[in-house]
C-alpha cells in the first residue's frame, strides 16, 4: 500500500494504528490492508496545502 499511495511504510502503519484505514486488521506484528482500502486524507495539513514558513532575521531557521 505504501508503493501504490506514494508514502513510507512508516505513515501506512501510523495510519493503521490510528485506525484511519477502513477494514485493515493486525496479524502479529503486520497489518492486513484490504486491496481496495482508500488512502486516508492527510490530516496534518489543515488548510489543504502546505505552506512552509517563512524565515525571519530573528526566527527559527
Do not use: F
Not at 484490504?34 to 496545502?49: F, L, M, N, Q, T
Request: net charge positive; with cysteine.
Amino acid at each position: 500500500m505504501a508503493e501504490k499511495w506514494g508514502i513510507s511504510h512508516r505513515r501506512v502503519n501510523i495510519l493503521c494504528n490510528q485506525e484511519r484505514i477502513p477494514g485493515a486488521q493486525k496479524a502479529g506484528s503486520r497489518w492486513i490492508i484490504p486491496e481496495d482500502a482508500e488512502k486516508p486524507v492527510d490530516a496534518r495539513i489543515k488548510s489543504g496545502k502546505y505552506v512552509k514558513a517563512e524565515r525571519t532575521k530573528g526566527g527559527i531557521q
